[in-house]
């Protein structure tokens, strides 16, 4: 088990995030693929993605050991919702934080000496890894992402609710489910290893997952001990949770339906505003921050977007009505 230990600062500082990440979330999915049963609510999912990825998913099912910790594949690529961007941070991870993250993993025998070129920072084999995630990203997450990201946006939201209604305390305990137990002011967490986990005064973010299922787990940075640790929250926990629309694919029409809706341009604005700042969705969709503040401004009157402001940057993320315009299929089209 493991204890999570919180101080009166610990409750004002812990918040809610949407995702742990593609590449996480990626990870955890390829995990399941390979789990003899993930359950009803993913039987589906499981039928038509496996044997889709042959040979393509061998480097990512090689980061996960049977036995012993796992490669925390967030703190290497972020917790971005595109997974190009986790990419770009997973090929920039510094010699520092491959070493720290790889040296208590237990490896297979056969995977040892790739996994040592991987902490020497080899090129070739980092790639064959950012490979592998794209490819596995593209066929066992990409067809179903715009449909998870609002089922985790609405746990959140509901996450958030209940903060709003009854304080941070009140959220720990919506929260908790068979393998969580506030009993204030410790979080009790199911987990193979006993620990006690204090956090001095970090704070807590609590993210919900979709792909992971086995159990909550915490996530703490390995470089940086002021950074405050992620709790990442599996969201499906029976067979009814998650209703079989989910897994239904993507519609290709979708995208073109909203081009000609909203215009080519204000639909890739809409379609990239998951946290972004003006100038990262300038830089990414090559347009100006004039052109994007203009866009965002329609969006967000549309009630498509939601901005606010950290410090001196104005920041865009999708709305539960944004996101039902983007997913396939969307019956708003």
Partial sequence: MKRIHFTAQDLMRTRVATTIGAAAETLDGVRLLRAPDAGLAFRRWQVAVRGRLDERARPLAALLPPLGPEVDVRSLAGDSACIEEAVDRLLGASRALLRAEFENIRFRPAHRAWARDLVDGDRTAWLQVASALRACHGVAVAPYWSRVRAHLADVRAAYANAMAEGGVENLLTSVCGPTLRWRPPVLELDHPHEADVRLEGR?????????????????????????????????????????????????????????????????????????????DLARRLGISPATVSHHTSVLRNAGLVATRREGKAVLHTVTPMGMALLEPGSRLL
């Fill in 203 to 279: 704070g807590l973010v609590i993210a919900p997952t979709m792909f992971s299922t086995r159990r909550a787990e915490l996530m703490l940075s390995v470089l940086d001990p002021s950074e405050a640790p992620v709790l990442a929250v599996p969201t499906v926990t029976d067979p009814g949770a998650v209703g079989g629309p989910l897994w239904d694919g993507g519609d290709a029409s979708t995208g073109q339906a909203l081009e000609e809706l909203l215009g080519r341009t204000r639909a890739a604005v809409l379609a990239a505003a998951d946290g972004r700042s003006t100038t």
